[in-house]
């Protein structure tokens, strides 16, 4: 089945530098890769997702590029503020989220 | 307002009592799933849905039960709980498309005593 490596588990940013979350995949059915965001003791939020016919998508200061090739896909935050301190989720999805695999998550602390 | 809802958001049990964790959506998704999340284990996909009347595993499906008799409702079953149940569970729902992200609920904090 589908496995989903996501580094780091943890990460600290000084507030204004970028952050980047990195995540492979085992899968090559795998042709959906969305990113959620979960604050503390609430749900996942989709941020933002990609399909595999696309290398990358922006949405303002975030940011997913993906390498069908090494199969891995990455998330990227600019300009990183207090309110992106979050734990962040990639996913891999295959046949119409009849497979979704998630990471392990990163918890990330922006720090004022 | 469109919506997943879970009940109960919080529910203590002991071993072996058999309960049933509510999820209701009103977006008229085909797609909802159950996934429960553990520390260090991000979210791990129970039973998922494409439509009424079908249901497959997930990567997790052991000691749990699933039914999905109506569009908008897919309850989570425990027949006999045991403490490794013990988790956060999400249900969620999507329109099932590549292009269709997933709706959570609000979750449901399990402890089995």
């Known amino acids: 089945g589908e496995n989903v490596e996501q580094h780091p588990s943890t990460l600290s940013v000084q507030e204004g530098d970028s952050a980047v979350i990195k995540c492979t995949y085992s899968d090559s059915a795998s042709n959906y890769f969305p990113w959620y965001k979960q604050e503390l003791g609430k749900r996942p939020q989709l941020i933002i997702d990609?399909?595999?016919?696309?290398g990358e998508k922006k949405d303002q200061r975030i940011a997913v590029t993906l390498n069908k090739t090494a199969k891995h896909f990455s998330l990227h935050i600019t300009e990183t503020q207090p309110e992106d301190s979050a734990v962040y989720f990639c996913?891999?999805?295959?046949?119409?989220?009849?497979?979704?695999?998630f990471g392990t998550g990163t918890k990330l602390q922006v720090i004022p | 307002e469109a919506q997943v809802t879970q009940n109960p958001r919080y529910l203590i049990t002991v071993t072996g009592k058999k309960l049933t964790v509510t999820c209701s959506q009103n977006m008229n998704h085909e797609y909802m799933s159950w996934y429960r999340q553990d520390p260090g284990l991000g979210l791990r996909q129970i039973y998922y849905?494409?439509?009424?009347?079908?249901?497959d595993k997930g990567d997790v499906p052991e000691g749990y039960k699933v039914s999905r008799k109506e569009k908008r409702n897919f309850p989570l079953i425990l027949e006999s709980p045991s403490p490794n149940q013990t988790s956060l569970y999400f249900c969620a729902s999507s329109g099932g498309t590549v292009n269709s992200p997933l709706h959570f609920g609000n979750g449901t904090r399990l402890t089995v005593t």
């Open positions: 990609i399909r595999s016919n696309v």
């Open positions: 996913a891999a999805v295959s046949g119409g989220y009849q497979k979704v695999t």
């Open positions: 849905s494409m439509n009424v009347e079908v249901t």
